[in-house]
């Protein structure tokens, strides 16, 4: 049951009448799965599937210096992102851990829109806020301005090319334009979270179920599926993306994630965590901290986050993810180990899972990647 203070996004009557099971994620009342998580997920990887998003949490930032509050706030260099363009980025603490990975979108030359997890929204939030301090821009919390939908998978291009005369071949990975699809007006990103080709739709909430409806009745013919929150899980996991809570968290900096190249020290001026991060690389080059790596198992039993990685009866690092992969057929996850068993290949490396140690492949990340 929801309790009365959980949010829900503007296609909540619609995942019901779709008879979706909801859950509750980051205060949000979400659909964790429509039917079967597994088909949800074959039809990502090679027809569509449709997913609600409404619960990231977008925060706009303008002004003469936006560009400048951004590059001190974040980690990586926003002031060179052209507009039009996005890029993937972290926002740390002055210590250099991370509170949350981002996605920073250049709508015009005086306007960013922030996108954090749902879970960091508000963090992100308060920490843009705080650090505007002496700068000539503007942090404005737009949650509530944005429905967003995904439309992800094989046949997504051709899906959205029904709907749309906005310059979808000219759209980079990593690109969004403001555009009409289906009549609602719309920023049209091709950047996703499932290792396929894809859109994601930010729109009006108001314009969200007529935009679904739309996405829906384009997609029937080449089977296009609605999707939930656990095969996104799964297609991220196979894709090797990080999960803020699981891969990263305030405990680790970027080098320690193996994410030091989003650290762009070349950018002039302070930014926040810059001497910490400075000595984190420097710490890294001597002593490599744990290496993220991919494990795929040689039995069934699925390994979950926090199970132990042994070798040799010691313990030598940590599942942070683990499900079945339905791509591989096996169960996979990621995991920090030390780097002594980084390598692919490594042999005699097993997984804790209830006092048996079960055998592990080590393989690198991503388990999957699409034919471009």
């Known amino acids: 049951m929801s309790s009365s203070n959980t949010r829900r996004t503007a296609l909540d009557a619609t995942h019901r009448a779709l008879g979706a099971t909801m859950t509750d994620f980051a205060?949000?009342?979400?659909?964790?799965?429509?039917?079967?998580?597994?088909?949800?997920?074959?039809?990502?990887?090679?027809?569509?599937?449709?997913?609600?998003?409404?619960?990231?949490?977008?925060?706009?930032?303008?002004?003469?210096?936006?560009a400048a509050l951004l590059d001190f706030a974040l980690v990586g260099n926003i002031g060179g992102v052209k507009p039009g363009r996005a890029r993937y980025t972290m926002i740390?603490?002055?210590?250099?851990?991370?509170?949350?990975?981002?996605?920073?979108?250049?709508?015009?030359?005086?306007?960013?829109?922030?996108v954090a997890n749902a879970s960091n929204a508000q963090t992100v939030l308060d920490a843009l806020t705080e650090r505007a301090a002496g700068f000539d821009a503007e942090v404005r919390d737009d949650r509530d301005a944005y429905a967003l939908l995904a439309v992800q998978g094989p046949e997504s291009p051709g899906i959205l090319k029904s709907l749309t005369d906005a310059d979808l071949d000219g759209l980079k990975y990593y690109a969004g334009l403001p555009g009409t699809v289906a009549g609602v007006p719309a920023l049209i990103a091709r950047t996703g979270?499932?290792?396929?080709d894809g859109f994601e739709l930010f729109v009006k909430p108001e314009h969200a179920v007529e935009l679904w409806q739309a996405l829906?009745?384009?997609?029937?013919?080449?089977?296009?599926?609605?999707?939930?929150l656990s095969c996104r899980d799964t297609l991220r996991l196979e894709a090797g993306m990080p999960l803020y809570g699981h891969e990263l968290s305030t405990s680790l900096t970027p080098f320690d994630a193996g994410l030091g190249r989003v650290v762009k020290f070349e950018k002039e001026g302070d930014f926040v965590g810059r001497a910490a991060l400075t000595g984190a690389a420097a710490e890294?080059?001597?002593?490599?901290?744990?290496?993220?790596?991919?494990?795929?198992?040689?039995?069934?039993?699925?390994?979950?986050?926090?199970?132990?990685?042994?070798?040799?009866?010691?313990?030598?690092?940590?599942?942070?993810?683990?499900?079945?992969?339905?791509?591989?057929?096996?169960?996979?996850?990621?995991?920090?180990?030390?780097?002594?068993?980084?390598?692919?290949?490594?042999?005699?490396?097993?997984?804790?899972?209830?006092?048996?140690?079960?055998p592990y492949e080590v393989v690198a990340l991503p388990f999957y990647k699409r034919q471009k």
């Open 27 to 66: 205060g949000w009342d979400m659909p964790l799965r429509y039917a079967s998580e597994r088909d949800e997920h074959v039809a990502v990887r090679t027809r569509a599937g449709l997913f609600d998003l409404s619960h990231m949490g977008e925060i706009t930032v303008s002004g003469p210096q936006a």
């Open 92 to 114: 740390c603490r002055e210590d250099g851990g991370i509170l949350d990975d981002l996605i920073v979108y250049r709508l015009a030359d005086a306007e960013y829109m922030v």
């Open 193 to 196: 979270y499932t290792g396929e």
């Open 216 to 228: 829906t009745e384009a997609g029937q013919g080449v089977g296009l599926v609605p999707c939930g």
């Open 284 to 358: 890294a080059e001597q002593n490599p901290p744990r290496v993220l790596v991919g494990l795929i198992a040689e039995g069934r039993r699925v390994p979950r986050a926090g199970y132990q990685v042994v070798a040799g009866g010691e313990v030598i690092g940590e599942v942070t993810s683990g499900a079945p992969s339905p791509t591989l057929g096996k169960p996979i996850a990621i995991a920090y180990v030390d780097a002594a068993h980084a390598a692919p290949g490594t042999e005699g490396v097993g997984v804790d899972i209830r006092g048996s140690h079960e």
